[in-house]
């Protein structure tokens, strides 16, 4: 059973920079998509940004400028590049991988934008 582990996750002031990983314990074959959603208490899990295949790159638009989705299909681990933090950004970051044969999320980190 794959599993994807996210790191990265903490504590820091607003305006401050986070990266976030996100790796599969092993490798994932025919990759469609690799994502970042956020769900921040007492709201729906939102899509952060994605890479599909093909190179096409979505953000929301809270995060456009700001944030930066990145991704190594050969190692399957996906990366969330967070400048300028801002305490709306506070959240559990999730990571999404979807295949062709199944879709993988991590367990989730907690990021944290506070002074």
């Known amino acids: 059973q794959v599993q994807l582990v996210e790191s990265g996750g903490g504590l820091v002031q607003p305006g401050g920079s986070l990266r976030l990983s996100c790796a599969a314990s092993?490798?994932?074959?025919?990759?469609?998509?690799m994502a970042w959603y956020r769900q921040a208490p007492g709201k729906q899990r939102e899509l952060v940004a994605s890479?599909?295949?093909?190179?096409?790159?979505d953000y929301t638009d809270s995060v456009k400028d700001r944030f930066t989705i990145s991704g190594d299909i050969a190692k399957s681990t996906v990366y969330l590049q967070m400048n300028s933090l801002k305490p709306e950004d506070t959240a559990v970051y999730y990571c999404?991988?979807?295949?062709?044969?199944?879709?993988?999320w991590g367990q989730g980190t907690q990021v944290t934008v506070s002074s």
């Open positions: 999404k991988i979807r295949a062709r044969d199944n879709t993988y």
């Open positions: 092993s490798s994932i074959f025919s990759i469609y998509t």
């Open positions: 890479i599909t295949y093909g190179n096409i790159y």
